[in-house]
């Protein structure tokens, strides 16, 4: 299986899937495509040895622009699912409908909880005990596809939304690469993911 990974920003989520895609694994990675061409993650997927694309957003005068450039861009590499890595672009009905059930996203949340931005801040606004992240099937409907799997952490009563973040982070880095393998293996039952001793 051939994957695509959609990236916007440092990519640590795109080095843990190109990393994980190795051996017996049943995918490899095709291309890394970034909309921002400033995105840190290009760097890191080039050191990678991985062949990288950038398409602009800001380049269109629309999203159908921009997706129709993103197809442009995705075709060559042949890839068979995408895989959306901290890609922070709002996807219409068109693209979404074109990749159903061959995108996958992972959202730093517990879903259906805080779809949409600043998830971290919301949870500890909220007082929330526990946060984590998500991976999901992209539907027309922002995050809120199938749940392939999620992890949880504690929140700390001093959390900051960064603090938060970086924790779940390192979850995400968990949870993604595991499910990416199932679905790569044809299996789309749902992962939730032990959770492991935080020593903070
Ligand atoms: C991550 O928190 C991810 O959940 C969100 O973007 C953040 C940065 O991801 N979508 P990465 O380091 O660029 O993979």
Redo the contacts with the bound molecule.
């Keep these: 299986m051939r994957v695509a990974i959609l990236?916007?920003?440092?990519?640590?989520?795109?080095v843990t899937l190109a990393r994980s895609m190795t051996g017996d694994h049943p995918a490899r990675p095709c291309l890394v495509l970034s909309n921002r061409p400033d995105a840190g993650?290009l760097a890191r997927a080039a050191d990678l040895g991985l062949p990288t694309a950038v398409v602009d957003h800001r380049a269109y005068p629309d999203r159908a622009a921009f997706e129709a450039a993103l197809q442009e861009a995705l075709l060559p590499a042949a890839p068979d699912l995408l895989a959306l890595?901290?890609?922070?672009r709002i996807l219409t009905p068109g693209f979404t409908g074109a990749w159903s059930g061959r995108m996958l996203n992972?959202?730093?949340s517990l879903l259906p909880k805080y779809p949409g931005l600043d998830t971290h801040a919301r949870a500890i606004e909220a007082g929330d005990a526990e946060a984590g992240?998500s991976v999901h099937e992209v539907t027309a409907d922002l995050d809120a596809g199938p749940i392939l799997g999620q992890a949880r952490v504690p929140v700390l009563p001093d959390d900051s939304a960064e603090t938060l973040?970086a924790r779940?982070?390192e979850q995400?880095h968990r949870l993604y690469p595991a499910v990416l393998r199932r679905v790569a293996a044809g299996d789309r039952s749902r992962l939730d993911l032990p959770p492991v001793l935080q020593i903070d």
């Design positions: 990236i916007s920003g440092s990519g640590s989520n795109m993650g890595a901290g890609f922070m992972i959202h730093p992240c973040a779940v982070l995400e």
